[in-house]
């Protein structure tokens, strides 16, 4: 098995964790939004 070499530092694991965290977290918040905005829209119907 082929391995990455050596074993990532603790300080670069934390900082790919985070921007992880945050990448999931800023994609939630837009699907929330998006979601608000396609429930305000008024339904289609005879006007």
């Known amino acids: 098995m ?7 530092p603790r300080e670069a694991r934390v900082s790919a964790g985070l921007a992880l965290l ?3 977290a800023a994609f939630a918040l837009v699907q929330g939004y998006v979601g608000r905005i396609v429930a305000s829209r008024p339904a289609l119907g005879p006007p």
Request: proline share 0%; net charge positive.
């Open 2 to 8: 082929i391995g990455f070499g050596r074993r990532w």
């Open 22 to 24: 945050s990448g999931l």
